[in-house]
């Protein structure tokens, strides 16, 4: 059981909810911060009579719309049905899991003004895997995630689809089986949980998660691929990088150099004196992007740990704020930032690649024995190639870009959503890339037998071997290059 508190998520308490498949639960400080900020907008909603934006006015444009106080229920319904305009594929339901913990976390903090029934809810639908059916399109990222999020709290009111049980199911047949009612959204209540920026969060969460593997296994396979390659161990040498002393830099020498203590083939005499950049010049470009990840994660830290719907109500302060905590540039930079950072671990792996297969220090070309005959892995080298260069597409920053919506009130976007989703698929772009480098590096290793590699990366290889096989003439390489991805998204990069 995970209780929801005031107290800051963490990645590393997120990763642990998740794959210890932890249930969730409110504080009862939470739940007095909900209650407390609930009681105190009634109170207001009665005593005042001048309009406030999103509780007794229109949205958008249309915030100069006053409201009747009969009508603010049918408001808040109205808001949640009108805004769930999502299209395209389907948010993956590990995202919608995390949207889902994201936005109870950013509720819990009694800024909201919504019912301790609605966010109850919203923990039942996570701990009983009732997942609403999300769309990735449709998201400008400013005033939060509307149209994800309407379809996230479609189901609140007996609406939308959800995922359950295995299936696609009409959230109302589902709340009927369970023998719930729909929630009766109360004033502002829709307006809470339609902005924020929980979509663009949990995709940034889920990406970083993801990458913090990924950055484990560069370092790793690059290792790999430099003992193949019978390269040089100096560039990695420590003094070299306290004269540059980049963050990132230093602590991929370090891994690197680590990785490969023990090796037989980086210990012996070398007739050339450098290796190509692709190599020699991994601390610095793997570097790069461990210190762009790394303020990437500084983003959504905080992010995670924020309110970012409005208005914003103060019960201390006796202050209801309509501002501007759901706009998305933060996220929108930061995921842009980590997609460039993650491309170019790709690139740098691709470089490697090619290197390994060109016939170079006494690897045979194409990395076979009778290349000719065989194409051996002339073709896994193409197949990364492509994924490099569709990384580069996937790059143009979202960020930059803008439209005006909603009559000219929102006049400046993010477009942190389309950054988001982009960013994922380079996420797994980046994946098969160093699969496909792996691929290569294994096989490269066998022609420097008898001598060993480092007891690290023999005991990688090991694991390796039970699944992909040396290549000793032409076959289906798909079939080795996805036993590859599923190898690199396994337990061995964990350490």
């Known amino acids: 059981m995970h209780f929801i508190t005031t107290s800051k998520l963490t990645f590393e308490i997120i990763a642990d909810i998740i794959s210890a498949k932890k249930k969730l639960s409110l504080s ?27 509780i007794n ?17 049918k408001l808040q319904q109205n808001l949640v049905m009108s805004h769930a305009c999502g299209t395209g594929d389907e948010v993956p339901q590990e995202i919608v899991k995390l949207m889902l913990l994201l936005k109870i976390q950013s509720l819990s903090y009694g800024k909201s003004g919504v019912q301790l029934a609605t966010v109850e809810r919203l923990i039942d639908f996570y701990n009983m895997d009732m997942l609403p059916v999300i769309y990735q399109q449709g998201s400008l990222g400013a005033s939060g995630d509307l149209a994800p999020l309407a379809h996230l709290c479609l189901p609140l009111i007996g609406m939308g689809e959800v995922n359950f049980n295995g299936k696609r199911q009409q959230a109302k047949d589902v709340l009927q089986q369970l023998k719930s009612q729909p929630v009766q959204l ?63 830099q230093i602590k991929t020498a370090g891994n690197i150099k680590r990785i490969l203590e023990g090796s037989q083939i980086i210990s012996r005499k070398k007739v050339h004196v450098q290796d190509p950049y692709s190599f020699r010049c991994m601390p610095q470009v793997h570097g790069a992007s461990k210190d762009a990840i790394e303020y990437a994660e500084s983003v959504f830290l905080t992010e995670i740990n924020s309110v970012t719907d409005n ?21 929108a930079l930061a995921l842009d930032f980590l997609a460039i950072a993650l491309a170019e671990l790709g690139n740098i792996s691709e470089r490697r690649t090619y290197q390994l297969i060109s016939g170079l220090r006494g690897l045979p070309p194409f990395l076979v024995a009778k290349p000719g005959l065989n194409s051996g892995f002339m073709i896994p080298q193409y197949t990364a190639a492509s994924i490099v260069s569709q990384n580069k597409q996937l790059c143009s920053p979202a960020s930059v870009d803008s439209i005006v919506s909603s009559n000219g009130q929102e ?26 480098e792996l691929f290569n590096a294994s096989q490269a290793l066998e022609f420097r037998r008898p001598l060993q590699s480092s007891p690290i990366i023999e005991s990688i290889i ?10 000793d003439a032409d076959k289906i390489m798909f079939t080795e290059i996805e036993k590859s991805v599923e190898f690199l998204n396994g337990e061995v990069f964990n350490y």
């Open 57 to 73: 006015t229109g949205f958008g444009s249309l915030c100069d719309v006053q409201i009747p106080d009969t009508d603010l229920e």
């Open 411 to 436: 006049d400046h976007v993010s477009m942190g959503a389309n950054a988001a989703t982009k960013c994922k698929r380079i996420v797994e772009n980046v994946q098969r890339i160093l699969a496909i």
């Open 28 to 54: 009862e400080e939470a739940k007095y911060n909900i209650v407390r900020c609930r009681e105190y907008l009634d109170k207001k909603m009665a005593s005042q009579k001048e309009p406030i934006y999103g």
């Open 462 to 471: 090991n694991e390796y071997r039970k699944r992909v096989p040396f290549i």
């Open 311 to 331: 208005p914003t109500i103060f019960p201390d302060e006796n202050e209801i704020i309509s501002g501007g905590n759901f706009h998305g540039q933060p996220l």
């Open 186 to 248: 109360k004033s502002k209540e829709g307006l809470a949980l339609l902005n924020g920026t929980q979509f663009m969060s949990a995709y940034g969460v889920w990406c970083l998660l993801q990458t913090r593997k990924l950055s484990i296994a560069a370092d790793t396979i690059g290792a790999i691929s430099l003992d193949a390659f019978d390269g040089r161990i100096e560039p990695f040498k420590e003094h070299l990088h306290t004269i540059r002393p980049h963050k990132g």
